[in-house]
């Protein structure tokens, strides 16, 4: 699918092409999906934007004071992800993540958030 897709873009492209799948006599289960995680934004003054940021504290902070929320931007588009057939998500590192030393600790949060830690 195309990066930034919408999410009704992804399912009805998902569901053509595992309909042209079937119709080539291909197994449209072997047919991999990806869509994109956005980066949403949280209030940086709150508990749990702070807890959810504590690993990645150079995230872009907007002029509203408002950081990018790693739990909330999974927490939204996992679940509608899946509901489009996604099979693989992606995210824009540079959205969580601005400098090279933030990336170890961005990536042991995104495991504790998604059950790998």
Do not use: W
């Amino acid at each position: 699918m195309p990066v930034g897709a919408r999410q009704d873009e992804v399912a009805d492209g998902a569901k053509r092409l595992r309909e042209a799948c079937t119709a080539a006599g291909r197994d449209p289960a072997t047919l991999g999906v990806r869509g994109s995680i956005a980066p949403l934004r949280g209030d940086s003054n709150s508990n749990k934007s702070n807890k959810s940021n504590k690993a990645n504290n150079s995230s872009k902070s907007s002029k509203s004071g408002k950081r990018v929320d790693l739990e909330r931007s999974l927490a939204e588009a996992l679940p509608a992800l899946s509901d489009a057939g996604v099979t693989h998500a992606s995210l824009a590192l540079a959205a969580f993540a601005r400098r090279p030393e933030d990336v170890r600790p961005f990536l042991e949060e995104l495991g504790k958030l998604h059950g790998a830690g």
